[in-house]
């Protein structure tokens, strides 16, 4: 922005005593020469013979706010307006001295009151322009702008500001326009080419932009942002040498830029110079110590040393500072994957606790770690060290030891989850439900429970009821589903611990009576297990006409595959790894950890993708989140599970993903070709799996991964 107070012209002074205007007009010419302390002077020493002097008092406002002394420039130009109230350029400058003190409606008002005095100063106009697009009022600072150029149409300043207003609407290519008109008035404009190259880089055409920047550079050899965001455009160009020159060049010109030194470290680390990168992030901090971008990047650096201790702490102390960054939630998780914790402090259990509730987070990444750290909870390690003994005796007071269980949040949670793979804990929670349904069948069920009691049902249907049972067990869960039968069928209030136990042993949405039990208002924490076992089943129930076939499922090896995962769809999963921020397919592959050598391949800018047996969604969704702009195709033998996929898909609101019933064996014939193609834990399913990737392949766009 072009706001500079205006330095009126001075005139020579006569000979012999001076008179007030004549020190007022020596002084005028100090001021215009920059010699301000000389001008500040003469000023004071009118205002000695004649305090009430309005020129004087404005002009001392001028040069406090030259000094940055903004308060004091308000103060002396208010002083001069109550002595002469039609003082145009004392009420424009007032206005700049207000905007910079972020005074905006009051800075818009002395602009209006200017103009109203003298309508046809474009300058005016400029600045009041100006403070209307600091408050954010777009429209109005445009008009304003256009006011000024009808009055002056070449003012370089004026087309440039114009250009920024435009850009913050929107409005990139009209923006484009305004910055060329300013360069065409002045050529050499540093400022104008430094905004049209981020003009050019909203617009993604960031050749051009590069272009720009050097132009800005090579008028203002020091303009430390044009280097910063040269290295920035460089670095999404996948330039990386360029980018590290562009960062250290801003450096050179400003050693305190703590975003320059963060932005290095990362292009550093793609450039697998770890130490390197490690030393870029620390200088960030060491100028500004709560930059929780670069405690998050450095987190992620140390993880690649496997230096995890440390990676944890610089992550949490990220997600500390700004815990709304799914970057560093995501971050922390895969530090935490392989790690055991030894020690907990208080805060922990909140940080695990909130990392599961995060879209960019797969719980199933970091169950092992939350359950090292449970094992530092005294009452969770009693109660799975007693129900590993030989005589466990957990399982006869189940009542007492469910609310135990109860009051760990974190447990519960990650109960209702995903699978918990660990030994020990499916060693208690078998023991657990088997006290559960003995005083479930004993009229003995203690609501003080229900949370674990319905947190186990929610485990044991994401399990696909894995859990050995025995004999009894399994009498009484056939008594129980015919007593909650009954109750149903008599309409009477069914107990919630009565749901919970045989949500624990039997998919609720599998009896005859769960549509009417679903149609019911149920309390407190036995409402997920409805949700999850009756609500959802259905919804994917009705979902199933929705998804096309695109190939017959005849092959032998194809269609009992088939038949395993429409009776369990796997895996149920609740919370996936989902990035808010995609990349090209090239930037993807050439990242961490897999960091492929991909030679001059170029990025499509819409990329088609296909997901080759997508199962439940959760492979599909990640894809879809991973890469910019992108299409998929996500295929699967089990109808079942691609409903599941289907649902899951509308719950996180993605559009650009298509489901469909097919056989990798005869997608030979879709006639449809992908710039990426991604294949996981199917190909060991397949009769002839080397014929498969030959399907698969054949798929591909030339260039095509």
């Given amino acids: 922005m072009n706001s500079k107070l205006a330095q009126p012209a001075g005139s020579s002074p006569g000979r012999g005593p001076l008179t007030i205007q004549q020190t007022i007009d020596l002084a005028k010419q100090h001021h215009t020469a920059g010699c301000l302390s000389e001008a500040e002077g003469l000023y004071q020493q009118v205002l000695q013979a004649d305090p009430n002097q309005p020129v004087a008092l404005h002009l001392l406002g001028v040069i406090a706010h030259q ?6 420039a308000v103060d002396l130009i208010t002083k001069a307006l ?15 001295a207000l905007t910079e003190l972020g005074k905006l409606d009051e800075a818009v008002a002395s602009y209006h009151k200017a103009l109203a005095i003298k309508p046809d100063d474009a300058r005016m106009h400029n600045n009041l322009g100006n403070a209307l697009k600091n408050h954010g009022k777009l429209d109005e600072a445009v008009a ?14 004026t087309h440039n500001n114009l250009g920024g207003a435009l850009k913050d ?13 300013a360069i065409a008035i002045t050529p050499d404009y540093a400022e104008a080419y430094f905004n049209l190259g981020n003009t050019f880089k909203a617009l993604g055409k960031l050749d051009v932009a590069v272009a720009s920047y050097h132009k800005a550079i090579a008028i ?42 963060n932005n290095l470290g990362t292009v550093l680390k793609d450039l697998e110079k770890l130490d390197d990168a490690v030393a870029s992030y620390l200088r960030a901090l060491a100028i500004a110590p709560d930059y929780a971008e670069a405690h998050g990047n450095l987190g992620g650096v140390y993880q690649e040393m496997g230096k995890l201790d440390a990676a944890i702490t610089c992550q949490r102390r990220a997600i500390a500072l700004n815990p709304q960054n799914e970057l560093f939630w995501s971050g922390l ?50 109660i799975l060290d007693l129900a590993g003994a030989a005589n466990p005796v957990v399982g006869s007071a189940y009542g007492v030891v469910a609310e135990q269980l109860s009051a760990i949040p974190l447990f519960l949670r990650i109960m209702g989850l995903n699978p918990i793979p660990d030994l020990q804990v499916e060693r208690m929670l078998t023991v657990l439900r088997r006290g559960m349904i003995r005083e479930t069948m004993a009229g003995k069920a203690d609501e003080k429970g229900l949370p674990f009691s319905a947190a186990l049902a929610l485990q044991c249907f994401t399990n696909e009821y894995i859990y050995p049972e025995t004999d009894e067990e399994q009498a009484s869960v056939n008594e129980l589903q015919k007593q909650i039968a009954a109750l149903v069928e008599q309409e009477l209030n069914v107990p919630p611990a009565l749901v919970a136990a045989l949500g624990a042993y039997r998919p609720l949405h599998g009896f005859s009576w769960a549509r009417e039990l679903n149609e019911r208002e149920w309390p407190g924490s036995i409402k997920a297990v409805i949700e999850r076992q009756l609500s959802e089943p259905q919804r994917e129930q009705s979902l199933r006409s929705q998804i096309s076939r ?51 391949y170029e990025s499509p800018e819409n990329p088609e993708i296909l997901v080759a047996g997508c199962g439940t969604g959760q492979h599909a969704l990640t894809t879809a989140s991973r890469f910019s702009n992108a299409r998929l195709l996500a295929v699967d033998l089990s109808l ?39 294949c996981s834990g199917v190909f060991h399913h397949l009769g002839d799996p080397v014929a498969g990737w030959r399907v698969l392949v054949d798929l591909l766009q030339p260039g095509g991964s």
């Fill in 67 to 72: 000094a940055g002394k903004n308060d004091s």
């Fill in 550 to 600: 695109l190939t017959p499922i005849e092959n032998t090896v194809s269609e009992a595959v088939r038949e395993q995962y429409e009776e369990n769809p796997y895996p149920r999963w609740i919370n996936t790894g989902i990035r808010d921020k995609g990349r090209s397919i090239g930037a993807e592959l050439r990242g961490a950890p897999l960091r492929l050598d991909l030679g001059d």
């Fill in 169 to 181: 609407q929107g409005k990139l290519d009209e923006a484009v326009a305004s910055y060329h008109k």
């Fill in 220 to 261: 203002k050899p020091d303009y430390t942002d044009a280097h910063y965001n040269l290295g920035n455009t460089f670095k999404e160009l996948e330039k990386l040498d360029e980018a590290v020159a562009s960062y250290h060049k801003t450096i050179a010109i400003a050693p305190d830029y703590s975003e320059a030194h």
């Fill in 82 to 96: 109550a002595i002469k109230p039609d003082y145009a350029e004392a009420h424009s400058n007032l206005g700049i």
């Fill in 640 to 678: 079942s599970s691609l409903t599941y996929a289907r649902r899951m898909t509308e719950d996180h609101e993605f559009s650009n993903i298509e489901y469909a019933q097919a056989d990798i064996m005869e997608l030979g014939t879709l006639g449809r070709r992908f710039d990426l193609i991604e």
């Fill in 144 to 157: 304003s702008y256009h006011k000024a150029l009808a009055i002056t149409p070449d003012r370089a300043d």
């Fill in 333 to 382: 998780a895969v530090s935490l994957e392989a790690f055991s914790f030894t020690t907990v402090d208080d805060d922990l259990w909140q940080d695990l606790l909130s990392l599961l509730e995060r879209p960019a987070v797969r719980p199933s990444h970091i169950i092992r770690p939350i359950i090292s750290a449970l094992r530092h909870d005294p009452n969770f390690l009693q």
